[in-house]
């Protein structure tokens, strides 16, 4: 996450949208990048621009505000949100799906900042949280900084973990180790996981694709069955 929160709003009625930009405009800390008017909008809108955060109306043509937001999770699973709805029965559901927060129209100014306030916590939380990964060495258990991994192979029997520092070696296969991962990780190849943090350019040599990482001089491979995948996560 940014220094600014990044926003899109969700609603069909345009008095609302209107209302909840006016609520948003005087706030140092908040950014509305975007407005969908139904929930197939929304749906292209989190693919292209990537928010923290979205302020959803339940009751949306098209798709509604639970089935959007469901599938905007499968893209973006760090995405925080908040429902608003002119009815409070959905309150199970959304809060079944991990909602921030549920707002019943008419939203008051107040309850309306209560609830950015969660947002605003829960993403600053996030930030701060430096996940790791633990693996098993030669019956020694090592933590390490996920931040730190240039990329993961498998080399042999072993699967080799690659850090600024130094490599580690376990006998963990790939799939379980990037299950484990974040979403900054994407699985090249076969054999290669990177960290899409350090990726710096690919490279063509005949028809093998290698991709080049910030501060690594080692060459990571990319398949041609992933390539398209791997531009499409990048763009």
């Not at 100014?109 to 996030?126: N, P, S």
């Amino acid at each position: 996450m940014d220094s600014i929160i990044k926003v899109i709003i969700a609603e069909d009625n345009l008095e609302a949208q209107e209302i909840i930009v006016a609520f948003m405009n005087p706030l140092q800390h908040f950014e509305v990048i975007g407005i969908a008017d139904n929930g197939e909008s929304l749906l292209h809108l989190n693919i292209n621009l990537k928010p923290d955060l979205i302020i959803a109306d339940i009751d949306m043509p098209k798709l509604n505000g639970i089935e959007s937001i469901a599938s905007c999770l499968k893209v973006n699973p760090n995405l925080k949100f908040i429902y608003t709805t002119a009815f409070d029965h959905y309150a199970v559901k959304a809060f079944d799906l991990n909602a921030v927060d549920y707002l019943v129209k008419p939203i008051k100014k107040e309850r309306f900042y209560v609830a950015l306030e969660k947002a605003k916590g829960l993403l600053i939380q996030e930030v701060n949280y430096k996940p790791i990964l633990m693996i098993q060495m030669d019956r020694v258990s090592y933590f390490i900084k996920m931040e730190e991994i240039f990329f993961i192979e498998k080399e042999n029997r072993k699967t080799v973990i690659h850090t600024a520092g130094r490599k580690y070696e376990t006998n963990e296969s790939l799939d379980n180790i990037l299950s484990r991962l974040t979403s900054h990780f994407f699985r090249t190849h076969r054999s290669f996981i990177v960290n899409l943090d350090y990726l710096s350019h690919i490279t063509v040599e005949g028809e093998t694709y290698i991709a080049h990482l910030r501060g690594c001089s080692e060459q990571v491979y990319v398949s041609k069955l992933r390539i398209n995948d791997l531009y499409k996560e990048l763009s």
